[in-house]
């Protein structure tokens, strides 16, 4: 569990935090938070991730009561869910790769300038709270 510095606002990966997956495989990743509501547009919670030797990509977020903002290079590939009542999120990659090898985060964002959310990149955000989870795909 991570949690800003005021230690009200957290964010729980429950997935364990190293995986491996076999290529072709599915990847589901679901992270838990507390401290603020999925529904509140103050905040976006979303993934991100970074490769080895590579810039952090990121791959999908939803503000409060928004719609879904995805990375189109990655959409086919990842889908984005959520349950507010449960406050969870969830990334699910489809048909993974070796190149899909990564640290994969579940963020927090908040907004820098209001009218940035409408931007496609992680560059105007501000993290604030993230969890962890480590996937390699390996071949068996």
């Known amino acids: 569990m991570i949690c800003v510095s005021t230690g009200v ?22 992270c838990q938070v507390s401290g603020y ?15 080895e030797g590579k810039p952090m990509d990121w791959i999908s977020h939803q503000w409060g009561t928004s719609g879904l903002l995805q990375n189109n290079a990655l959409k ?7 349950d ?25 964002v908040t907004v820098r300038d209001k009218e940035s959310h409408t931007k496609t990149t992680s560059s105007v955000y501000t993290i604030t709270a993230h969890s962890a989870v480590s996937a390699s795909l390996i071949s068996v």
């Open 9 to 30: 606002h957290c964010i729980d990966l429950i997935t364990p935090g190293s995986m491996v997956v076999q290529p072709g495989q599915s990847l589901t990743l679901t």
């Open 76 to 82: 086919i590939k990842f889908s984005y869910s959520r």
């Open 84 to 108: 507010t009542s449960a406050a969870t999120v969830t990334l699910t990659g489809q048909n993974m790769q070796p190149e899909d090898t990564a640290v994969y985060y579940c963020a927090r």
């Open 37 to 51: 509501s999925l529904t509140d547009d103050s905040y976006a919670t979303g993934w991100i991730r970074q490769r």
